[in-house]
């Protein structure tokens, strides 16, 4: 099933894709893109989550060096809360429909954090078989931490960070329909 796209019902292979049209929001349509292909057929419709499986979809598969991992850390969002660390092994490297190469791990491949999405609100980062560590996603900085611990600081910082945010926009928002 590796080769075939399906949406609402339409299938069609991945070789027979020509282009990708995005189409905005309108106020009677939800975002979409449709995928003109090469047979000649009517193009195929995908919503924005159809379309965000479609371009981490891998075309090669390239090996990667034993010992690197994905790491990714969660919660540290309340005072009290303690971050944990998940590390999984990254199996391959894929060179996704897009053109982004992406760390593939047993779960599969890992699309990497993309703020505009709700699909994984949680960075991750590449730890690689000497010991460096790099962010990995559409917002990746380019510099190198030092260990995980310093990862674990900087996720919690910024996920706290980002809470005390909301919350104060929610607060703000009461405010103005309160008054």
């Given at each position: 099933m590796m080769g075939l796209v399906e949406?609402?019902?339409?299938?069609?292979?991945?070789?027979?894709?020509?282009?990708?049209?995005?189409?905005?929001?309108?106020?009677?349509?939800?975002?979409?893109?449709?995928?003109e292909l090469h047979s000649g057929k009517e193009p195929l419709k995908l919503f924005a989550?159809?379309?965000?499986?479609?371009?981490?979809?891998?075309?090669?598969l390239m090996p990667v060096e034993p010992g690197t991992r994905l790491i990714t850390v969660y919660g540290?969002?309340?005072?009290?809360?303690?971050?944990?660390v998940d590390k999984a092994p990254i199996i391959a490297w894929a060179l996704c429909i897009d053109?982004?190469?992406?760390?593939?791990?047993?779960?599969?491949?890992?699309?990497g954090f993309n703020?505009?999405?709700s699909g994984n609100w949680f960075p991750e980062y590449l730890e690689f078989s000497n010991g460096a560590i790099h962010q990995f996603g559409y917002d990746a900085e380019p510099e190198?931490?030092?260990?995980v611990a310093v990862v674990i600081e900087r996720e919690t910082r910024r996920q706290r960070n980002y809470e005390a945010e909301r919350k104060a926009r929610a607060a703000?928002?009461?405010?103005?329909?309160?008054?």
């Open positions: 949406s609402c019902g339409d299938v069609c292979t991945l070789s027979d894709i020509k282009a990708v049209q995005h189409y905005h929001q309108t106020p009677r349509h939800s975002e979409h893109y449709l995928l989550f159809d379309y965000a499986a479609l371009e981490a979809r891998p075309v090669q540290g969002l309340a005072e009290n809360e303690q971050p944990f053109g982004q190469v992406r760390p593939v791990t047993p779960a599969g491949v890992s699309r703020p505009a999405s190198d931490f030092g260990s703000a928002q009461d405010e103005e329909t309160n008054q």
